[in-house]
C-alpha cells in the first residue's frame, strides 16, 4: 500500500531524555513535514524539507532536530530541550508544486513520564 | 494576529442541514487553499482543495474571495459521518502551510 508510516504510535519519554519519532513515506514525495498539534489548537510547523539533505525551521524548531538523508524518510528528533514535548506529532508530505496538497501519516502521541 | 483564523463552533446542526463554515487568511500572498477534516484523535484528512472559480465536490461546496481573503465551505444535506472538525489551510511558495484551529461540527439525528 502507498502511504505515509508514522511509528510508534504512542512514545513516553523520561525527563532529559532524547527520542526519534519515524516517518516513512513511499509516494515518492519531494517534500516532507512535521508538524505539532495541541488540545484545541491548529497544526504548527516545526520543520520541513523540499529536498534530501536540505531541510528549514518551522514556527517552533526550538528543542528539535531532524534529517533527511533520504527521501522515502524524514525523521524527528524531540530532544531534551523541549521542556513541553507533550502533543499530537503529525508528519505530511505532498508532491512539489502550486496548489498540491499535503497528505499526512497517522500520527505519534508523546508524553513524558 | 493569526496567519488563519476560523470560528471554532461547535456548530450543532440537524441532519439534512445546510451548513457553512467561513475562514480568513491575513496574507494576500497565499496562493493555495485547501479543506481537511479531522476526526478525534486522528490525523486530518484533505477534504477538497479550493479553487479561484470554486468547485464542488458531491455535497461539498468549497469558494474562494481573494478580495476579502476567505475561504467558505458548505455541506449541504448534512449527514452524521460529517460530525467532525474542519480546518482551513492556506499556503504560500517556499512551502510554508498554515492551518486554522478547526471548526467543530456536530450533526444530530
Known amino acids: 500500500d502507498g502511504g505515509i508510516t508514522q511509528s510508534p504510535k504512542y512514545l513516553f519519554r523520561k525527563e532529559g531524555q532524547n527520542v526519534t519519532l519515524s516517518c516513512e513515506q513511499n509516494?515518492?514525495?519531494?517534500?516532507m513535514y512535521w508538524y505539532r498539534q495541541d488540545p484545541g489548537q491548529g497544526l504548527r510547523l516545526i520543520y520541513y524539507?523540499?529536498?534530501?539533505?536540505?531541510?528549514q525551521k518551522g514556527d517552533i524548531a526550538e528543542g528539535y532536530s531532524v534529517s533527511r538523508e533520504k527521501k522515502e524518510s524524514f525523521p524527528l528528533t524531540v530532544t531534551s530541550a523541549q521542556k513541553n514535548p507533550t502533543a499530537f506529532y503529525l508528519c505530511?508530505?505532498?508532491?512539489?508544486?502550486?496548489?498540491?496538497?499535503?497528505?499526512f501519516g497517522d500520527g505519534t502521541r508523546l508524553s513524558i513520564l | 494576529r493569526k496567519e488563519v483564523e476560523q470560528d471554532p463552533g461547535p456548530f450543532n446542526v440537524p441532519e439534512g442541514a445546510t451548513v457553512a463554515f467561513n475562514c480568513t487568511y491575513s496574507?494576500?500572498?497565499?496562493?493555495?487553499f485547501f479543506w481537511y477534516r479531522q476526526d478525534c484523535r486522528k490525523e486530518p484528512k484533505l477534504l477538497m482543495s479550493?479553487?479561484?472559480s470554486g468547485n464542488e465536490d458531491g455535497r461539498f461546496t468549497a469558494q474562494l474571495n481573494r478580495a476579502s481573503q476567505y475561504i467558505s465551505l458548505l455541506i449541504r444535506d448534512s449527514k452524521l459521518s460529517d460530525s467532525a472538525t474542519y480546518l482551513c489551510?492556506?499556503?504560500?511558495?517556499?512551502?510554508?502551510?498554515?492551518f486554522g484551529t478547526g471548526t467543530s461540527l456536530t450533526v444530530i439525528p
Open positions: 505530511a508530505s505532498r508532491v512539489a508544486g502550486n496548489n498540491q496538497p499535503q497528505h
Open positions: 509516494l515518492n514525495h519531494d517534500a
Open positions: 524539507s523540499q529536498i534530501v539533505n536540505d531541510f
Open positions: 496574507n494576500s500572498a497565499s496562493q493555495s
Open positions: 479550493v479553487y479561484s
Open positions: 489551510v492556506a499556503g504560500r511558495t517556499g512551502n510554508q502551510f498554515y
